[in-house]
Each structure stands twice: as C-alpha cells, then as structure tokens.
C-alpha cells in the first residue's frame, strides 16, 4: 500500500477549518481501515499567511488528529505557490499527493475513487465538476468563457478542472523541475506527458466563510494563466496590426485620389474616430507587450516563491 498525503492550502479560513479536518480524518481513517492507503498517510495544512486564527486551530489539532500536519508559510503567497509550498514539502514523503481547497467545496468523496484509479497507472487524476449549479451564473459564465479562451489560445487545460488533483510522486519530481514564478498549476501539469485521467463530482457551495477570490483576484488569475502560458495574444495584437496598416493604405490611396479630383472636404468624425480608434488600439498593444516584458522581469528576479517559518510533523524529518 501507498502513503497518501492531502495537501490542504489555507488563507483566513477560521471559520471553515475544524469541519474540514474532521471530515478528511474521517476519510483518512476509513481509507487506511479500507487497506486502500498506507497507515502512514497524512493531511497537510499549508497556512498561508493568514491573519485570523487558521494556523493556532491547526496547531491545537496537531496532538488530537493522529495524521494531522501543518506547514506554516511566513507570509500570503496566494494560493498557487501555497500549494506548490506543499508539493515541494511532501514530495520525498508520500507516493501520490491530493490537493485540495480547505473550503470543501470540492467533493471528497471522489478520493477513492482517485485513488484506485491511481492503482490502476495513472499519474495525474484530474477533478472535475460535472454540475456548477451551486456556482453563480456570473461565475459559471465566466469559467466558461476562460476555459474557452484558453483552449483558443493553444492552451491544454482540462475543462471545469480547478486544483482537485491526485499526482503521484513522478509527476511531483517532474513538477520541481519547473522554476517559473508566475504559477498556473493546472496548467502547468497538463505539460508533463503523464498518464492522466478524470473523476467527476458535482461542486458544493462553500461550508463556511467567504471566498478569498473576488472577482478582481479571479480576473488577474485568468489574466496571468493566460499569459504565463500563452504569446498568442501577442500575435494577435501583431495580426490587428497588419490589418489595420492595410486598411489605412486603402483610405490612403481613396483620400489621395478623392483630393485629385477635387472632393475632399473636411473630415473631422473620421479623423477623430481614426486617432481615437489607433490611439487604442496602440495602447492596448503597449500594454499587452508591458505585460509580457513585466513577466519576464519578475522570472529574472528568481525571487523565492514562498518561506517557511514552522511545520508541524515527523519529528526526524
Ligand atoms: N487560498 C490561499 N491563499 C490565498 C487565497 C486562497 O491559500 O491567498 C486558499 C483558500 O484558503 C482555499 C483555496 O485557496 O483553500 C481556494 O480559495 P477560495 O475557496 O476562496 O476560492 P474559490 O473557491 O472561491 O474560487
Ligand atoms: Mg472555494
């Protein structure tokens, strides 16, 4: 039998916190009881930096759940380095790891079912929500309007896949060898050439507390999935631009000739929808450039993605 560990990310979720380690002791539990895991699996809370009491609930919890971990971030990474915080901890400690939102919103019924499908050769199992009826219709229309996009771009992503995943230990080996600081897991583990598969479930409104997403911080982690992945917008802006010459040369050619014959008359609407229009269209084009520029400057840093103050663990580790 195989060593499971869950990975747990976690900013300000007091509220939600105490539920979701008892539901996934119990599930622990019963998968060990079930010989379907290694009796040395565990779950691993990745604080990240929050400022309620998150990590003291965790803590307190340390000496009362038998396979309770905690990982102590010393500041708010966000959610995407968290849990590569936590990937990188367990990698040498456990045979397939699962991460998963400390709301619960993802069903964890679906982890055995992940699990077996892991005994079967799988590296990667994605989850994936068949039904969003408990997501806002904003929100459903968003993420499908994302997904899309990013399909568009050339960008391999699995549909309706958040970050509900099993990978096993190849897939995290394979994941420490990217450096990249601007982090888009679920897209990132589409490029490892591993065996993958799916399970389904339907996703769950939040047990307790708010979402730390608003929609200012969905629309800047859509924005950086698609630019950390993708230089087709570049392209494109490239393409408009093409377009665009060309259709002044016409107007060139059309203003030169109507001058000949003695047509010309004032044009003010079209020379200021022309200025407004190019004057736009060039900036958004600086500006996507600025983008990418501004990626490649915060790669070059090399910054450190996340620091650890404490963890709470294997004693000899
Ligand atoms: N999270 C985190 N760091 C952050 C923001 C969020 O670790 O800076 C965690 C959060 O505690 C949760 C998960 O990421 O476990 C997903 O966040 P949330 O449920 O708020 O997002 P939503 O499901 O609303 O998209
Ligand atoms: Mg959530």
Redesign the pocket.
């Known amino acids: 039998m195989d060593t499971l560990a869950i990975i747990?990310?976690?900013?300000?979720?007091q509220e939600v916190i105490l539920t979701t380690i008892k539901q996934i002791d119990q599930l622990l539990t019963s998968l060990i009881k079930k010989e379907k895991i290694a009796n040395d699996s565990y779950v691993i809370y990745?604080n990240?930096?929050?400022n309620d009491d998150t990590w003291n609930i965790i803590e307190n919890n340390y000496k009362v759940y038998q396979h309770l971990q905690g990982l102590n971030l010393a500041s708010?990474?966000?959610?995407q380095n968290?849990?590569l915080a936590g990937m990188h901890h367990v990698s040498d400690k456990c045979d397939m790891a699962i991460s998963?939102?400390?709301?619960l919103?993802d069903d964890i019924n679906v982890i055995e079912q992940m699990i077996d499908k892991y005994y079967q050769g799988c590296n990667i199992i994605y989850g994936v929500r068949d039904d969003r009826s408990s997501d806002t219709v904003f929100k459903r229309f968003t993420a499908q309007t994302f997904y899309k996009l990013m399909q568009f771009l050339g960008v391999k992503s699995i549909y309706n896949h958040?970050?509900f995943r099993l990978v096993d230990k190849r897939a995290l080996k394979f994941l420490k060898e990217y450096p990249e600081r601007n982090l888009f897991l679920r897209g990132m583990v589409t490029l490892l050439g591993l065996n993958s598969d799916c399970v389904y479930y339907s996703r769950k409104e939040?047990e307790a507390?708010?979402?730390?997403?608003p929609l200012k911080?969905?629309l800047s982690f859509a924005f950086d999935g698609i630019t950390s992945f993708s230089i087709k917008p570049i392209t494109m802006i490239l393409l408009l631009g093409i377009i665009i010459m060309l259709f002044s040369i016409i107007a060139i050619i059309y203003t030169l000739f109507s001058y000949i014959n003695g047509h010309s008359v004032a044009g003010w609407a079209s020379l200021m929808i022309s200025i407004w229009f190019l004057s736009g269209v060039q900036l958004f084009g600086i500006g996507l450039v600025g983008e990418y520029i501004g990626k490649v400057y915060l790669e070059t840093k090399r910054r450190p993605r996340y620091h650890i103050e404490d963890w709470l663990g294997e004693k000899d580790a």
């Open positions: 747990v990310p976690c900013y300000n979720e990745v990240d930096g929050s708010n990474v966000g959610h968290a849990l998963i939102d400390a709301d919103q958040a970050d939040r507390g708010e979402s730390k997403y911080k969905m």
